[in-house]
């Protein structure tokens, strides 16, 4: 390791390289960080270091919870304990600065971190490695561009808008070709930052895209699906553009999904998923029937945010309880038949505002479970998912706000059983926390109804 560092130190100062950027992320999947000189870089890498540990206690307005037990204005906001992951480096030419994820870590090493999103998920492909299975994942994201800047979205109260491009116009090759040099540059700026995407296209709204990132193994395409958003804004804000992950940005238009798509093997590297083309196996319908059955229970992981649910409404390209079909979009868990190393699943469930480490933890929880207890799946759904909803258990259909979401996931014991309490007792504090903020804000949609009427 001693070696890694300092050939690693040699080739930055060669590259007239001073600084490094370092990121973690916190319980919103908001990267936080700083930059560093390359002479901090170098005690990070050798000896570990600290960062304030209000990220894991405060929401995406910087303002502390004060219903969290594990961090507080009781607890003093100390240092935790941080480790860089090398793995993860970025380069970028434009910044000439690399750039690193790194981790929380306990006082003692050995135990996993109980609130870091990404040790979370890490211990969890560990118990799937522990059971002989791998996860690979792709997630893909839709997401709004806007002809605004951070100052003129404040200044019009995000009213009034001017999209990237006018009116509906999905898969457009005329609207991307007439934005090919923003539409090629974002795709070589993925490549460059080593998270390439497979497709970008435009998608139904104005100024909507959709990209979908290469398939890779889960924690990494985890990291992948973090960088992507944070950069991308970034990559954006920088051409005095902005673009947004919100799950629903406007009713008017669709709302913006962050799907993921996964597949097992074994440690063989064989699919556990198919054995010949398009046939499932046990192990994949069991994967089918673990999502079905407690995905309603974690679905606070999925969509964290009080604007979530504006998303999960019947007829919006978004599902609205725990149905299932054969290459079916209007279910929340979609089996994609195909070649033996192309067949997979689809969780639709998630937003494009969801944390990637938190929305994988909860896939990759609940079809692990149901391959250990062998659950199957009710019928597939054939045709209009949407049609069938009213007919099915309560306990299959997803919540209809984030506060009742957070009940389910704080009195759900799988989800203490795949996240820890700790976590679930935090998170779920999070989202009270949230849907409290909310609560007492009045909005325009308030004033608008009631303001002269009441």
Known sequence: MSEQIADKLVE??????????????????????????????????????????????????????????FTGWHTG????????????????????????????VSEDEKIPHPI???????????????????????????FFVFSENSHSVREKNYSGLRPLTPGNFGYSVLRASSQSGLFGALMDHCEELRFPLEAIHCETGPGV???????????????????????SKAFFQKRDLMATFMAKWHMDYPGQSGHCHFSI????????????????????????????KYLPELIALLAPTINSY???????????????????????????????????????????DANPYLTAAAIVGASLLGIEEKIDPDAAVAGNAYEVQDNLPDGMKFPTTLRI???????????????????????????????????????????????EII
């Open 12 to 69: 930055y100062r060669e590259k007239g390289v001073s600084r490094v950027k370092l990121g973690l992320t916190d319980l919103d999947g908001v990267i936080r960080g700083k930059y560093v000189s390359l002479a901090k870089f170098e005690s990070l890498l050798r000896k570990g270091g600290g960062f304030c540990d209000c990220i894991l206690g405060w929401d995406v307005n910087d303002v502390l919870y004060d219903n969290a037990e």
């Open 77 to 104: 906001f100390p240092d935790a304990k941080i480790r860089l992951l090398v793995e993860t480096e970025r380069w970028s030419a434009e910044d000439n600065c690399p750039f690193f994820l790194g981790e929380f």
């Open 116 to 142: 870091c999103p990404r040790t979370r998920l890490r211990t969890l492909l560990e118990r799937a490695k522990s059971c002989g299975l791998d996860y690979k994942m792709g997630f893909e994201y839709e």
């Open 209 to 231: 895209w959709e990209a979908a990132l290469a398939a890779s193994p889960a924690l990494e395409a985890a990291d992948r699906a973090n960088l992507f958003k944070m950069s």
């Open 265 to 292: 093997s074994g440690l063989d590297g064989e699919s556990v998923f198919a054995k010949e083309a398009g046939v499932m196996t046990d192990r994949m319908r069991h994967a089918i029937g673990g999502l079905q």
């Open 310 to 352: 504006t998303r999960l409404v019947k007829g919006a390209w978004a599902p609205t309880a725990s149905t299932w079909g054969i290459d079916n979009r209007t279910v929340a868990i979609r089996a994609i038949p195909g070649s033996v190393s192309a067949q997979r699943i689809e969780c639709r469930i998630g937003g494009a």
């Open 405 to 451: 979401a957070a009940s389910r996931l704080s009195n759900s014991e799988v989800a203490r059983n795949l996240m820890g309490d700790a976590f679930v007792e935090h998170f779920a504090a999070s989202r009270i926390w949230e849907s409290r903020e909310y609560e007492r804000h009045v909005n325009s949609w308030q004033l608008e109804r009631y303001f």
